[in-house]
């Protein structure tokens, strides 16, 4: 449509044009009507299927019609001898294709065609893949014809190993493809699965991917497809549901289990179970949030009396969907708590264990990346991918050099700003932890960090001492209430609004909030379920201002003693 020059229409021609349109739709309604009718009276015969070729030919789009013709041909097969259904299935294949012709991205039109091929008595397979191809050679990126492909390789088996050819065939004629990226990165764990690392391919494999990768995009810097496939490349593994944690407190006798992913726990349910010294134990469990929805942390009481002293030790154990997964822990006399963690420095949780001949190839890339980046430098791809090859090389190695580019990517796509914070949070927040635990802390610092939002809460489970001070936070998220262990919180120096993650937290006993955007006193009701929260610093917030503060601090919070504003 671009160039072409504005012919200006005389009013005849304008209302030539305006009878023609008002004639079709006024055929299109009297049809419609026509159809509703004899679907409303049971007419199911081949009057009808013409009737609603008319339509469909012309508007694919509607479904309705479609569900009519599947009510049509169910009522034709009581009727008709397979030969028959045969012959009136294959006109339907032909009809669905010049509605195809008409709009190539209209789901009706392949969902009915995915319906006809499985009702068809012998449906023939490769005419349909070869229909897959024409279309995507007119628009290779149609996923409504993807996902019909999909759908047409399962049904005649064809192997993952064609399918695999078949995208490297398009790759090569383009780049830019993808869509035959992306279903690279589903045929390749079929075809060469990573025992170790599920839904992951082999390194030998994955080493060939990345130098295919490479090739991409150093062909074309500004094309997205191709460094998008190496992010999925360089990408972590997706993690069988684990138990990371389980803590047991004598005072208030309660118990938690940390999850590696979200999981939900329903009342009466036999998902999580738990035993004492070898018996189970009848146990409610809830979440940290305190909602019925899936969370990392689960929580219970345990029974009155069940941490005596006559013993010298009580062992607990969890099970998780019937063994799946589990954790055991051991709490001894004279003791006031005891937990069983795993390590995320152990666990590669923020990245996967390099080899030597992968830490050389990303090691390689990197370099190349960087002289790429000197050639290109406004190519927000080449910075990120630089900043994952980093990430997966060495994060704390690499940290100051990984900030660097940050600013740079920012000031490159200042559109997008907010996303890179939030991820450049994410990497230091993961740094900070990696950190802690090498130390064998159970205090983390993440002041002065520019911090835009929190991440890996349920890493933090044995966390007593946390200082966020001289960040960019607007908020302590709901799911800081998971740190059941916390006794000190210093967030001064933030933009905070909102305390939702401040709630039902045993162990608080001094939050400084200095600074901030606090402005009404309700902002502060979750602290009131803090129960020896005994210090709180408010200097500097919104709500400061009001004359009756320290009277409307003293209702809301009573059992604080001493509060600064």
């Known amino acids: 449509m671009h160039g072409r020059i504005k012919v200006k229409t005389t009013e005849e021609q304008q209302e030539a044009k305006r009878k023609e349109r008002e004639k079709k739709l006024q055929l299109y309604t009297a049809t419609t009507t026509a159809i509703f009718q004899k679907r409303q009276s049971q007419e199911l015969d081949q009057e009808v299927l013409e009737l609603t070729n008319q339509i469909l030919g012309a508007n694919p789009d509607f ?59 012998e449906p023939d397979w490769s005419r349909e893949l070869e229909l897959c191809n024409r279309f995507l050679e007119l628009d290779e990126r149609n996923f409504h014809c993807w996902d019909y492909r999909r759908f047409v390789v399962l049904r005649s088996e064809v192997s993952a190993e064609e399918e695999l050819a078949f995208t490297h065939g398009l790759i090569a004629k383009n780049f830019s493809n993808y869509s035959s990226w992306h279903y690279r990165s589903k045929l390749l764990p079929q075809i060469h699965p990573d025992p170790q690392r599920q839904g992951r391919v082999t390194e030998e494999v994955l080493l060939k991917e990345l130098e295919l990768a490479q090739n991409a995009f150093f062909t074309d810097p500004s094309d997205q497809s191709a460094w998008l496939y190496h992010r999925w490349l360089l990408g972590r593994v997706d993690r069988e549901v684990s138990i990371i944690c389980i803590f047991v407190s004598r005072d208030g006798e309660w118990l938690s289990v940390g999850f590696s992913h979200p999981v939900s726990v329903h009342p009466g349910s036999d998902d999580l179970l738990l035993f004492l010294d070898g018996a189970p134990l009848m146990v409610s469990w809830r979440s940290a949030e305190r909602r019925n929805s899936s969370s990392f942390l689960w929580l219970c009481d345990l029974p009155t009396g069940s941490l005596g002293d006559l013993c010298p030790q009580h062992t607990f154990r969890v099970l998780w969907k019937e063994g799946a997964a589990k954790k055991e822990c051991v709490l001894y006399r004279g003791h006031q708590e005891s937990w069983n963690r795993d390590s995320a420095t152990e666990e590669q949780i923020f990245r996967c264990e390099l080899s030597v001949e992968k830490s050389t190839v990303l090691q390689h890339e990197l370099e190349s990346c960087k002289e790429l980046q000197e050639l290109e430098p406004e190519n927000k791809w080449c910075l990120l991918t630089i900043i994952l090859l980093m990430r997966a090389l060495d994060p704390l190695g690499y940290e ?58 349920e890493q933090l489970l044995l966390v007593t001492h946390m200082n966020l001070s001289t960040n960019q936070l607007r908020a302590l998220p709901r799911a800081l209430a998971m740190l059941r262990c916390l006794e000190v919180l210093e967030a001064d120096d933030n933009i905070i609004e909102s305390l939702e993650g401040l709630s039902h937290l045993p162990k608080l006993e001094e939050v400084s909030l200095r600074n901030n955007c606090i402005r009404g006193i309700s902002d502060l009701q979750p602290l009131a379920s803090c129960p020896r929260l005994s210090v709180l610093h408010l200097q500097g917030n919104p709500l400061c201002d009001s004359p009756n503060v320290q009277s409307e601090l003293a209702l809301l919070l009573p059992h604080v003693p001493d509060i600064i504003t």
């Open 63 to 121: 479904a309705t019609l479609w569900n009519f013709r599947r009510e049509i041909f169910l009522h034709s097969e009581k009727e008709k001898s397979e030969d028959e259904m045969q012959k009136l299935y294959t006109r339907e294949l032909s009809h669905l294709e010049s509605c195809l012709r008409v709009n190539p991205k209209s789901y009706g039109s392949w969902h009915h065609r995915c319906w006809v091929l499985d009702r068809m008595p």
């Open 400 to 457: 100051k050099e990984t900030l660097g580019y940050f600013q740079t990517l920012k000031a490159v796509d200042p559109m997008r700003s907010a996303y890179f914070n939030d991820l450049r949070s994410k990497f230091l927040m993961e740094n900070c932890i990696l950190k802690m635990e090498y130390a064998e802390s159970r205090v983390i610092v993440l002041s002065c960090k520019g911090l835009t939002t929190l991440y890996h809460e």
